[in-house]
T-cell receptor
Framework: RKEVEQDPGPFNVPEGATVAFNCTYSNSASQSFFWYRQDCRKEPKLLMSVYSSGNEDGRFTAQLNRASQYISLLIRDSKLSDSATYLCVVNQYNFNKFYFGSGTKLNVKP | DVKVTQSSRYLVKRTGEKVFLECVQDMDHENMFWYRQDPGLGLRLIYF???????EKGDIPEGYSVSREKKERFSLILESASTNQTSMYLC???????????FGPGTRLTVL
């Protein structure tokens, strides 16, 4: 079983739409959580950290549900420039490892 | 601004060759990582290092070794390249083990 699972998509949405991705993780001992963004043929870059209380950065909102072991990313008012692959990342402190999901692809269309 | 650089963007090698992938970071980060990224499998950790001359195996270390002689440089070595090592290789660094990782641009390695 994979440590982190994501729906690969693609999610095809029109500009201005709201879209949400979920990601589930298998180890309840996981302690920190992130969303990274990866553009085609580029390296991953941090989009936002995910805190227990949830956090918001402009049009992006991240939530953590420890009981159900999933994190979510909500994008409001989608822009063409949001088209990318979004990677869910989970950190287990006791193993000093980051586990990456295989990514969810988002296509925002005019 | 953190910068992580990798020695090559594209590399083509033959089966059995010894391959060196170099990674350099300029932010005095303690931790450095090597991943490979394959379609449908995501990023998988090969090795990481939390200090000079220290290394730990990741999830898929077989067929690879690493070297960290200086804090800023972390090398990945394929002792005898095989076709199943054709992949995108990404190096990353972070200040602490729980901190954001900064990635290099990647090396797309093809083994023929």
């Amino acid at each position: 079983r994979k440590e982190v699972e994501q729906d690969p998509g693609p999610f095809n949405v029109p500009e201005g739409a709201t879209v949400a991705f979920n990601c589930t993780y298998s180890n309840s001992a996981s302690q920190s959580f992130f969303w990274y963004r990866q553009d085609c043929r580029k390296e991953p870059k941090l989009l936002m950290s995910v805190y227990s209380s949830g956090n918001e950065d402009g049009r992006f909102t991240a939530q953590l549900n420890r009981a159900s072991q999933y994190i979510s990313l909500l994008i409001r008012d989608s822009k063409l420039s949001d088209s990318a692959t979004y990677l869910c990342v989970v950190n287990q402190y006791n193993f000093n490892k980051f586990y990456f999901g295989s990514g969810t692809k988002l296509n925002v269309k005019p | 601004d953190v910068k992580v650089t990798q020695s090559s963007r594209y590399l083509v090698k033959r089966t059995g060759e010894k391959v060196f992938l170099e990674c350099v970071q300029d932010m005095d980060h303690e931790n450095m990582f090597w991943y490979r990224q394959d379609p449908g499998l995501g990023l998988r950790l090969i090795y990481f290092s939390y200090d000079v001359k220290m290394k730990e195996k990741g999830d898929i270390p077989e067929g690879y070794s690493v070297s960290r002689e200086k804090k800023e440089r972390f090398s990945l070595i394929l002792e005898s390249a095989s076709t199943n090592q054709t992949s995108m290789y990404l190096c990353a660094s972070s200040l602490g083990t729980r901190d954001e990782q900064f990635f290099g641009p990647g090396t797309r390695l093809t083994v023929l």
